[in-house]
Structures are given as C-alpha cells and as structure tokens.
C-alpha cells in the first residue's frame, strides 16, 4: 500500500474547526437561495406579467440529478458493472398561488395546448411546445463588481441549469378544505425534458 503523502496526513491541527471554517467558501450554499426562469411557449396566451411571477411565487423546486444506468456482466462467479444510458428524472416545482390564478393558468393552457381537455387534439410538433428552463442558485454576497453602468445593483449567481425541450406532465390538484386555516393555496407543476446542462456563476440582474 503506496504510503500516504506527508501534506495529506491526518493530524488534530490539519481538520481543525477553524480549518473546516475555511473550507466552508460562502459560508455554504442555501437552499432558500434560487430562482426559477420558465419560458412559456406563444400558443399560451398568457398574461403580461407571467414570467416574473414565477421568479417570485415558484417557492420550491430542485437542482436536477445526474443518472447514469447499470449494465451488469457476469463473469466467472463475478459481475463486472459498466455504465449505461443516462436518463433524467422529471423536474417538479412548487407554486404559491394567488388571486390571480396567473402562472395555474398559464400552465393548464399550456397543458391544454399540447392535450386538448375535450376534443383530445393538440400541437403535435414537440418544437411547439417545448421550451427552456433556468434554475439559479443564488449568493448572499453583494457584488459590487456586477453593478452594471445604469446603477443598477446585481445579484450573485453561484450555479445555474438550463433545461432544455421542458414541457408540462402534470400540473397537480389544489385541496380544497373548510378546516384548514393560516394557509396560502400551492400546486405542484411536473414537467419532462430532454436533457439539463450546467453554467458556471456569473453576476445576474436583480428584479425587485
């Protein structure tokens, strides 16, 4: 067994909490920290304001995972494994709801176009209603260094994924209840797509 290199020794000063300290860069990503760009197809006719509600009232979605199949081979008693072919898991957000039943609109018309609800037609060119998905995790740290000419002050962007050829699945239920108190409407919105790819951080342009 190759001896371990004498940097790579373990010693009480080597994994000390103030050494952990500094290897936290950020002080950690955080979950609450994101920010979900859709991009709605033409045949939804949509309200002006759509795609910035989203930013706003998608509170939970998911950074997506990276799968790669299994091909087992035995050989002679053993099972030699080999990677296969990659699959995507589907992609599934969390919208509060309001008055305006604005993005649940959007996205059962958008379901509605692709599947009509009475009449079972619909756009069957796959171009015509897939499009393209963004997931940001975002920093805390104020950048002054991305303030853009206009004065406007940017916000920091650690990690990003486009999604492309995205398309809704499912747009979930929303319970109805007389006993259920201090509590704000939310629904669930499933979508497939054909592959994900990730972008390193950039400074991006806060809306507020």
Do not use: H
């Amino acid at each position: 067994m190759a001896e371990q290199p004498a940097s790579d020794k373990i010693t009480f000063e080597s994994r000390s909490i103030t050494n952990f300290r500094n290897r936290l860069v950020g002080g950690g990503a955080r979950p609450n920290f994101f920010e979900v760009n859709i991009t709605i197809p033409p045949s939804v006719n949509k309200f002006a304001d759509v795609d910035t509600d989203m930013r706003f009232m998608i509170k939970a979605a998911e950074i997506p995972a990276a799968n790669l199949g299994n091909i087992p081979i035995p050989f002679r008693g053993r099972v030699l494994p080999v990677a296969g072919d990659r699959t995507f898991d589907p992609w599934t957000v969390t919208v509060i709801n309001d008055t305006s039943f604005n993005i649940r609109d959007a996205m059962e018309q958008w379901s509605n176009s692709i599947n009509d609800l009475q009449f079972d037609g619909g756009i069957t060119n796959p171009a015509g209603y897939q499009t393209d998905a963004f997931v940001t995790q975002l920093g805390r740290v104020n950048d002054n260094k991305g303030t853009l000419s206009d004065g406007e002050d940017s916000m920091q962007q650690i990690r990003q994924y486009k999604f492309f050829g995205i398309y809704p699945s499912v747009v979930s239920s929303i319970p109805l209840d007389y006993g259920s108190t201090d509590a704000i409407e939310e629904f669930q919105v499933t979508f497939n797509y054909i592959y994900w790819t990730v972008m390193k951080g950039k400074n991006i342009v806060g809306s507020s």
